[in-house]
């Protein structure tokens, strides 16, 4: 018995780019989850290739499993995972925004024009630049969030996988570090409120060769968890 697949079309707006050119990965993982279970539970996404922008994609539901693709290439496969994820830490508002002043990007960022961690103009990009937390082990950084970020049901899981997404990599790169995003897994475990603050937090969690793994987190003031996400990067050659 052949299962029949659901499609439908996906175009990234331009503004939701990541290196330029092409899609943020968190933007997607986020897009992803959402359209195979809203997010709610934890959701393994694996990108297999740069995601084009202004582009009609085939985003096809197929049994547990959504797929990304451009003509016959398969770009991002999203698949349900089995546990819940946890965050590397909470760390206080204040703290997290202090934080920023030590952002490597600050000297040298190798995607300024990233949605979540580029030097956008405020209000068209997040602008979330984490910093070390002192003694913590940890990176922080402080979220506002936009309104212009808000569709009719709220803060959708394409930007909450964006915030997730970066900071995992920050957690890692040093002046002129650079690698691109090979997989994000992503839960979202309560809503994110439009105009609410949040605190985003990562920890490295190690690294295998050219692959480098983080673990991150959104929490609410009282040290809440939001929503949580594991990645792994991968160094260029």
Known sequence: MTTAALQTVLTVPERFRGPVGVANGGWIAGTMAEALNGGRSAVEVTL???TPLETDLRLEHVANS??????DRL??????????????????????????????????HPFAECFACGMREPGDGLRIFPGPVEGAGLVAAGWRVPFNVTGEDGVPASIVGAVLDCITGWAHFGPGETALL?????????PVQPGGRYSVVARPTGRDGRKMFGQSA????????????????????
Do not use: K, N
């Open 48 to 50: 297999h290739a740069p």
């Open 66 to 71: 959504v797929s990304l693709s451009h003509g």
């Open 75 to 108: 770009l991002v496969e999203a698949i349900p995972v089995a546990e819940d994820l946890e965050g590397p830490g909470f760390v206080p508002f204040t703290d997290a925004a202090r934080a920023e002043a030590g952002f490597v990007g600050l000297r040298a």
């Open 182 to 190: 090979g997989r994000l897994g992503v839960q979202i475990h309560r």
């Open 218 to 237: 959104i929490y609410e003031d009282d040290g809440t968890l939001v929503a949580a996400a594991r990645a792994t990067w991968i160094a260029p050659r």
